[in-house]
């Protein structure tokens, strides 16, 4: 049974940092790419970053390029979302997510492409 559960969400000012953290059970992790998606009030859930299963290849969305780091640890499956210098559009419920496969940048920010989904940890960033 796969199962993700995220932590490390809170309550920061803007321009400071967090850091989620995924723990994955299941063999969709050590078989699987990684991803952390996110999803405003009122809007769609839209792709942040992911990263291959051996770690080599990542992506992220454009806004949070530069700012945000995904990495994972396949020793203690689990994979991470650095987040720094945080704004205020920022502001979500972050979800970490699984999928089996190549990692295919053209699709890896699909949601539709993910079949395994944690719970979800909010973010809230202070202006």
């Known amino acids: 049974q796969v199962q993700l559960v995220e932590s490390g969400g809170g309550l920061v000012q803007a321009g400071g940092s967090l850091r989620l953290s995924c723990a994955a059970s299941g063999r969709i992790f050590s078989d699987g790419n990684m991803g952390w998606f996110r999803q405003a009030p009122g809007n769609e859930r839209e792709f942040v970053a992911a990263?291959?299963?051996?770690?080599?290849?990542?992506k992220y969305a454009d806004s949070v390029k530069g700012r945000f780091t995904i990495s994972r640890d396949n020793a203690k499956n689990t994979v991470s979302l650095q987040m720094d210098s945080l704004k205020p559009e920022d502001k979500a419920v972050y979800y970490c997510a699984a999928r089996p496969g190549l990692f295919i940048p053209s699709t890896i920010d699909n949601t539709r492409t993910y079949g395994y989904w944690g719970q979800g940890t909010q973010v809230t960033v202070s202006s």
């Open positions: 990263v291959s299963r051996s770690g080599t290849n990542v």
